[in-house]
Every structure is written in C-alpha cells, then in structure tokens.
C-alpha cells in the first residue's frame, strides 16, 4: 500500500525536477538568444524580418516564464488558489500540477516557437503562436487573473513590458507588410483558438475531478 502512495509522488517530484531545469535553462538562455539576435539584426542578418520577430519570440517567452516561475515565482500556486479558474475546493495541484506546468510550457510553447521559427514559410505556424499569447497570457495577467485579485501576479511586469508590446509589434509588422494572407489568417486563428479550447477543456475537467475527489 505504501509503495502505491509513493507512487504519485515520485512522479510529481520528476516533474518538478524537471520543470526547475527548464526555468534556470530559460533565465540561461534568454539573454544569450536575444544578444544574438540583435547582432544579426544590426549585421548582415541570414534572417528575414519575419523569421527574425519569430525567431524573438522564444527569449520573450522565456523572461516572461522567469517572472512566472522563478523571479519573484509563485505562478502555480497563485492559478491554483486565487484566480477564477482555481477549483471550487482548493487543491495545491489543480489545475496547473508539474507534469502539466511541463507540458505547456517546454514541451508546447517552446516547440510551437521554434517550429514556427523554423518553418517561418509558413507564416501561420508562428503567428498562431502569437495570436494565443494574446489571447491567453496577455489577457489572463492583465485582465482575468484581475477579476479575483486586482493588481500584481506572478508574470504581470513582463506581459505589460515586454509580451504585450512584442506582441503589438509582429501584428503591426504582419498588417503593414501584409505578409500572411487571407488563409495564412485563418490558419492562425483556427489553432489558436484549437489549442486554447483544448487547455480549457483539460484545466476544467481537472477542476471538476478535483471537486468531485473532494464532495
């Protein structure tokens, strides 16, 4: 019966190992990537524009999850005992856990960057990317996350300072140079969108597992 217990736990600790890993690999790398990219940017640059904002994406990305996670931190906890999307009864683990911190974060956001990077010539697989922060991060730390607890939460100085105005830039940048087309458009939106219902979907399914554990 023991080792049933432990179970969890020892699956719960890898995680959390894991996720440390990646937020000190992110605090790492984040300065690195983005003095590369300015000096390709101020030297004959092999990047396109497009693919360079894409490409600045993934460093942007990584300061914002410091300010999540690391510096002040307290991300998880705060999702998960005082915002709305908390479950009815309270539980350290839901809805964001470490395996599912994990998943979002390197597996998903860091892939979709890179790949959209990469893959820069389809314009539509970075610019989802960008459309989701929008309508996730931007909005939850700005507006969301206010409705329960008005002012600071863990990664709200860097949406305002640094994702948001990134954010606001590509679009412009994308609109004024009319570098996706009318497809490329709803292509993004589509999985944004896609992959927006489907976290929603799995946070209010943990949520109501975790109410039904508890009632």
């Known amino acids: 019966m023991q080792q049933k217990n432990d179970k969890p736990k020892n699956y719960t600790h890898a995680f959390t190992i894991l996720n440390m890993v990646w937020q000190l690999l992110g605090l790492f790398l984040a300065p690195i990537l983005f003095t590369f990219l300015f000096i390709q940017y101020f030297t004959n640059s092999f990047l396109n524009m497009y693919q360079w ?29 005082k915002t709305i999307l908390a479950p009815r009864v309270l539980k350290e683990d839901t809805p964001a856990s470490e395996p599912y911190i994990f998943f979002i974060n390197p597996v998903l956001i860091w892939s979709w960057a890179i790949i959209g990077a990469v893959y820069y010539t389809l314009p539509w697989i970075g610019f989802s990317l960008i459309i989701f922060q929008f309508l996730i991060n931007n909005t939850q730390h700005t507006i969301v996350f206010q409705l329960k607890n008005k002012g600071y939460n863990p990664g709200l100085f860097t949406t305002m300072f640094v994702l948001l ?51």
């Open 53 to 81: 904002l894409l490409w600045l994406h993934l460093p942007v990305i990584m300061i914002h999850e410091c300010e999540e996670y690391i510096f002040p931190g307290g991300f998880k906890n705060f999702a998960n005992t």
């Open 165 to 215: 105005p990134y954010c606001t830039f590509v679009i412009w940048y994308v609109i004024s140079q009319k570098a996706l087309t009318v497809s490329d458009w709803v292509l993004s939106i589509i999985v944004s969108v896609g992959i927006i219902l489907t976290l929603l979907s799995i946070t209010l399914t943990r949520n109501k597992h975790a109410d039904a554990d508890s009632g």
